[in-house]
């Protein structure tokens, strides 16, 4: 039997270029920073890579809100529908699940918002809420430059979805009109709103410290509490002192400015994506991207001869393959054991791995999700510092955060080494954003008699 090589200390050297430096960090948020001002202002908003659009969402919940509400929620991996009872400082909820095809994620706007109506009608059946007319909250995570409440305009699709027809047309209507072609459920539109805004506001109806909403699952973005007057593009009423802010974070980086930090498995995963040169800071961060990073290390440093001896396996040279949650299973092995990079290795059809490849692999899974949460802390704390508020908590949600076993460690490290003296911090999981935040958000516009669409 040959001499077994160890080629870690290799392996290691060319993971270097996923290492960002505290130097790097600071730099980033400097951009960060200014990116999001453009957003903000008026005359520099068009051409904002990060938009910061505004939510239309001034009130936070009080914990006082109630009553029986309808959600939706589009923009992860899976769509779902619930239904939910607030009350005194309790809440219920029933949920399902349904699939999004990919033909219908491809597809038209028009049949998507069908299928989307089609799943709300059968679940109302099914909760004998059929012949109710409902306040529902949607939840729909992409780019929408909203006009009010119950009004927001896509901009953009992220994250893998790409229906016809439906970008600049206003979503909430895109919905009604599909609901108004059933005619069989009765329903009030009484707000739309992002994942993070809902995470926020979930998180909020507990915690009044809870200024940021963060998600870090398929996809990444942030939102937060700004004054009022620092919103130049609202027109509306400026006596309430704060709006909620979707700044859309995972576009940063479109013009180029991570591109000092970027590794060629960024320029590749990019290229290789349904829409390049978009939504670059999320490629680098988000569940939808992270396992498929790992894999072209991996494939790179196979065919260099550092791993398996050089020979791959058709799953590995497979694009997509190496999912996002076999980095948190790999990396859940205690110091030492490899159980759950064997099972990964095995299902990817390479058994013939040896220990010194295992502690490879989980090297580079480190490597990937820890820059990934140092680019988010960096995010966060450039959050953090613009707010400069004393005591803030950030709600989160996401499959990242909530399975990778080190993420939250990691952020808070980052972030505290990262943020200005004197503020201090609490990462805290926000349970079920989206739906309760939905419930959440159409409440409170009850509660501010706000009309229903
Ligand atoms: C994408 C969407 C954004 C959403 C995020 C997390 O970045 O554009 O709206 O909040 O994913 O789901």
Not at 285 to 312: D, N
């Given at each position: ?247 859309e974070w995972g576009a940063f980086g479109d013009d180029g400015a991570l ?7 960024d320029r590749e995963v990019d290229s290789n994506s349904i829409n390049p ?177």
């Amino acid at each position: 039997m040959g001499m077994a090589i160890n080629n870690l200390p290799l392996i290691r050297e060319e993971c270097e270029i996923l290492h960002m430096t505290d130097k790097q960090l600071r730099e980033i948020m400097t951009r960060l920073h200014n990116d999001l001002v453009k957003g903000l202002s008026k005359d520099t908003h068009p051409t904002a890579t990060v938009k910061c659009w505004l939510t239309y969402i001034q009130d936070l919940p009080n914990g006082k809100e109630r009553g029986k509400f309808l959600a939706l929620d589009l923009g992860g991996t899976n769509f779902r529908v619930l239904i939910i009872n607030l009350g005194e400082n309790h809440f219920d909820m029933q949920s399902k699940i349904y699939a999004i095809p990919n033909h219908i994620m491809t597809g038209t706007g028009i049949a998507l918002f069908d299928h989307i109506a089609e799943c709300l009608a059968n679940f109302m059946k099914e909760h004998n809420v059929y012949e109710e007319r409902l306040a529902l909250g949607f939840t729909f995570s992409f780019p929408l430059k909203q006009m009010g409440l119950t009004k927001g305009i896509l901009q953009r699709w992220t994250k893998g979805f790409s229906c016809s027809g439906a970008i600049g047309e206003d979503v909430v209507q895109g919905l009604k009109d599909a609901i108004a072609r059933r005619g069989d459920v009765q329903i009030d539109i009484c707000a739309i709103l992002n994942d993070t805004t809902g995470t926020l506001m979930s998180c909020a109806w507990k915690n009044h410290n809870c200024k940021i909403g963060l998600i870090v699952g398929t996809g990444s973005n942030a939102c937060y509490v700004e004054k009022t007057g620092q919103c130049e593009l609202f027109e509306g009423d400026m006596s309430k002192s704060d709006m909620l802010i979707n700044t859309e974070w995972g576009a940063f980086g479109d013009d180029g400015a991570l591109d000092f930090v970027r590794t060629e498995f960024d320029r590749e995963v990019d290229s290789n994506s349904i829409n390049p040169g978009k939504q670059i800071q999320e490629k680098m961060i988000s569940g939808m991207y992270m396992g498929e990073l790992v894999r072209l290390a991996l494939v790179k440093f196979t065919r260099m001869g550092l791993l398996f001896g050089g020979r791959g396996s058709d799953l590995l040279f497979q694009r997509n393959s190496f999912y996002t949650k076999y980095v948190s299973e790999i990396e859940s092995d205690k110091p030492g054991d490899f159980t759950s990079c064997m099972d990964v290795l095995e299902e990817l059809g390479l058994s013939h791995a040896t220990e010194a490849d295992m502690a490879a692999v989980r090297h580079v899974c480190e490597c990937v999700s820890r820059r990934a949460a140092h680019l988010v802390s960096a995010g966060i704390a450039t959050l953090l510092n613009k707010m400069n508020e004393p005591r803030v908590t950030v709600g989160i949600d996401g499959s990242v955060y909530r399975f990778h076993p080190h993420f939250h460690t990691l952020m808070c490290e980052k972030i505290a080494q990262l943020v200005q003296p004197g503020i201090s911090f609490d990462l805290m999981l926000s349970e079920d954003g989206s739906g309760r935040g939905a419930a959440l958000v159409a409440a409170v516009a009850c509660r501010e008699s706000l009309g229903c669409a």
